[in-house]
């Protein structure tokens, strides 16, 4: 299984958490290309690819940046991830991912609902906050899993199986440009 990782890194300020997410997609048993997108020049090892450069001068465009890069190279790989460098998806979530996605209908997607631990081991859902919620009507059995949407769509991640990825090309709205609003 090929796997292509698309992860935006500005500036500095999660370095520390960038070489972590990094050194986890390294340890995977897949056949792995791992792609930082940066406003900055940046040397993260002979391995990881490094492009420069926001696609406007809109800082919060970085997030756009590997759209064109997996558009390219939407036929190489089984599989594509995209997420910002504080995120860090493991290979277990990739293979549970790729067994939801046997049971859903083609124009589902299993969504990725991140977490994090603290200190003491507690659990935090960063995503969870002001209005945002389960959507109560999307309620979808498939399977023996139980599906439904979470009303905030910025999760700041995803993966997506090639045929997934190459759906949403033909979509239209994958290619889009940089863009305000809601999410950005």
């Known amino acids: 299984m090929r796997v292509l990782v698309g992860i935006a890194s500005f500036g500095v300020a999660n370095e520390q958490y960038l070489r972590k997410v990094v050194a986890a997609y390294e340890r995977m048993s897949y056949e792995t290309d791992i792609v930082v997108f940066s406003n900055i020049p940046r040397d993260l090892g002979k391995r990881i690819r490094v492009i420069v450069g926001l696609p406007s001068g809109n800082p919060r465009s970085l997030g756009f940046a590997h759209r064109p890069f997996f558009i390219e190279h939407q036929d190489d790989y089984d599989i594509f991830v995209y997420s910002e460098d504080d995120i860090e998806i493991l290979e277990n979530q990739i293979d549970f991912f790729i067994r939801q996605c046997e049971v859903l209908e083609f124009d589902e997607i299993p969504g990725l ?9 507690s659990l935090c859902y960063p995503e969870i ?10 309620v979808r ?7 439904a949407e979470f009303t905030n769509l910025h999760s700041a991640c995803y993966v997506l199986s090639r045929g997934q990825l190459q759906h949403c090309i033909r979509s239209g709205g994958y290619a ?8 950005n």
């Open 113 to 121: 609902f991140p977490y994090e631990l603290d200190r003491s081991g």
């Open 129 to 138: 906050h002001s209005t945002y919620h389960w959507d109560p009507g999307s």
């Open 141 to 147: 059995r498939r399977g023996k899993y139980v599906f």
């Open 176 to 183: 889009s440009r940089p863009h305000s609003g809601e999410y």
